[in-house]
């Protein structure tokens, strides 16, 4: 079992930036490919960002290539989002994940966080 938490969420200005952290405690958590998704209300769940277990491959969505980049610490048990230029309509509960493989898809994503909010106010 892995148990994944959110932290670094809240309330920012369009253009502003916000760092997420996921601390993972439970099973080794440097042999997993973390990823993180968002959910906007009445929209499906949608990939973000997700770096393998070495740190050496790391795969964007289109729409927030060159604004974020996913970190990772092996040390801390901790995966990281930095968000750059954020943009109101990505106001959504963000997600971190892991699963045995980077992935674009969420259902290759065994364990999940509970999730937290970022709004971004225009």
């Known amino acids: 079992q892995v148990q994944l938490v959110e932290s670094g969420g809240g309330l920012v200005q369009a253009g502003d930036s916000l760092r997420l952290s996921c601390v993972a405690s439970?099973?080794?958590?440097?042999?997993?490919?973390m990823a993180w998704f968002r959910q906007a209300p009445g929209k499906e769940r949608e990939f973000v960002a997700a770096?393998?277990?070495?740190?050496?491959?790391?795969v964007y969505a289109d729409s927030v290539k060159g604004r974020f980049t996913i970190s990772r610490d092996n040390a801390k048990n901790t995966v990281y989002l930095q968000m750059n230029s954020l943009k109101p309509e990505e106001t959504a509960v963000y997600y971190c994940?892991?699963?045995?493989?980077?992935?674009?898809?969420?259902?290759?994503?065994?364990?999940w966080g509970q999730g937290i909010q970022v709004t971004v106010s225009s």
């Open positions: 994940a892991a699963g045995p493989s980077i992935s674009t898809s969420r259902d290759q994503y065994g364990y």
């Open positions: 770096r393998n277990w070495s740190g050496g491959s790391t």
């Open positions: 439970g099973r080794s958590f440097s042999y997993y490919a």
